[in-house]
């Protein structure tokens, strides 16, 4: 049996563990976290990093960051995502309105979001699909225009880029995901990333129940007190110091993975070059980071069938993915689409993701190349 994931581990991982538990520094905002943001901090050259429970909670923050959100103002993001973007401005009272993507990334499609503002457009929260970043020139470039927070899901792209910058430092704020399922995991826990220094000292408070602690743990104030809203959102150290272990090996990761994805993309190049399924695209200017390796078949009932095959017959977990959120209840209800949606359903039904972990072998993909080869002989 090939497994669809492994969650990733680095050996260290015991021995920060343990020194968590012997030092008796379990709680949040320990050494190890301090060491997790400062790494993120150097690798992306975002202005801050501030380590939180999920990448949800991140997106949650990013929401109660952003000025004056009232209920009744809308957010333009994909369908062709996760919950959670959604949900942290549901949250909010806010109008998550989806805009279709584009076929070739799965990504927003950059050129349909302008049609979509309205007088009570606050956000634009881009999704970097599978770690490839999304055009956030010509993004930034529009929100800039219209006066737009942007706030990137940059849940899968830790370690990718765009011209240059970094997955999650473009945008207003930048949120990470270190669950079980993506490069580096802490279990459960993320990241907020804060381009503008002004941004930081509230985002404190907003993490910490609503209070000035963090000004208070550097020494800056000698009491601290509640001071605005907020909630928790700071992870226990004992999980920061699994993801320390991680981070160490990061490039060394990324590489393992790249190498998988790569090749996987030249064995299925024939099957691709003979119109039977569909590879992913990666445009230029974007630096994936092999988080995930996806096909597309003909359509929904071959791609159940090729799920079936692989699995049953073969021992290899394949899955699909989201299916989209404005068709979902709580979409329906408080959401709405934006234009045509000519992409985003008919390419979902298509898609399947084949396995891609940190420790997956080369001649692994190989069998799995193999035996989606022989499902279409
Ligand atoms: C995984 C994921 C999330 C949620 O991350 P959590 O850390 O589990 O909250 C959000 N968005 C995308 C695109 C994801 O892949």
Same mark, same amino acid.
């Given at each position: 049996m090939i497994n669809f994931n492994v969650p990733p581990c680095a050996e260290k991982a015991y021995d920060y563990i343990r020194e968590c538990v012997k030092n008796q520094k379990i709680c949040g905002d320990g050494p190890f976290t301090k060491m997790c943001s400062r790494w993120i901090e150097e690798k992306t050259g975002t202005a801050k990093c501030l380590l939180t429970t999920s990448c949800t909670h991140a997106t949650e923050m990013a929401a109660l960051l952003l000025p004056d959100l009232e209920p009744g103002d809308e957010i333009i993001m994909?369908?062709?995502?996760?919950?959670s973007a959604a949900d942290a401005f549901v949250l909010r009272g806010a109008v998550p309105v989806f805009v279709d993507i584009r076929p070739?990334? @799965?990504?927003?499609?950059?050129?349909?979001i302008e049609v979509a503002v309205t007088k009570r457009t606050k956000a634009i929260v881009p999704v970097h699909y599978a770690g490839v970043s999304c055009e956030m020139d010509a993004i930034m470039d529009i929100a800039r225009r219209h006066g737009l927070a942007v706030v990137e899901d940059?849940?899968?792209?830790? @370690?990718a880029s765009y011209r240059g910058q970094a997955l999650g430092t473009m945008g207003d704020y930048g949120c990470f995901s270190f669950h079980e399922t993506k490069n580096y995991s802490m279990g459960e826990g993320g990241a907020l990333l804060i381009r503008d220094e002004s941004n930081v000292e509230r985002a404190e408070i907003i993490r910490e129940k609503g209070t000035n602690r963090s000004k208070y743990y550097r020494g800056q104030i000698d009491k601290y007190t509640w001071i605005d809203q907020g909630s928790s959102y700071l992870p226990s150290d004992m999980n920061a110091a699994y993801l320390y272990a991680q981070l160490e090996r990061a490039e060394e990761i990324n590489e393992a993975r790249l190498a998988c994805w790569n090749r996987y993309y030249g064995n299925l190049m024939s099957l691709a070059e003979s119109g039977r399924i569909e590879l992913p695209g990666v445009p230029e200017g974007c630096v994936h980071n092999a988080h995930m390796f996806y096909i597309k078949a003909a359509d929904l009932e071959e791609r159940t069938a090729l799920i079936d095959w692989l699995k049953e017959k073969n021992g290899i977990h394949a899955v699909f993915h989201y299916i989209p959120l404005h068709t979902a209840p709580a979409g329906k209800k408080f959401g709405r689409f934006h234009g045509e949606d000519q992409y985003t359903t008919r390419e979902s039904e298509r898609l399947l993701r084949l396995p891609m972990y940190f420790g997956l072998e080369l001649e692994q993909v190989d069998y799995i190349c193999d035996t989606v080869k022989r499902f279409y002989e």
């Open positions: 994909p369908s062709f995502n996760f919950v070739d990334t @799965m990504n927003i499609d950059e050129n349909l940059a849940a899968q792209g830790v @370690m």
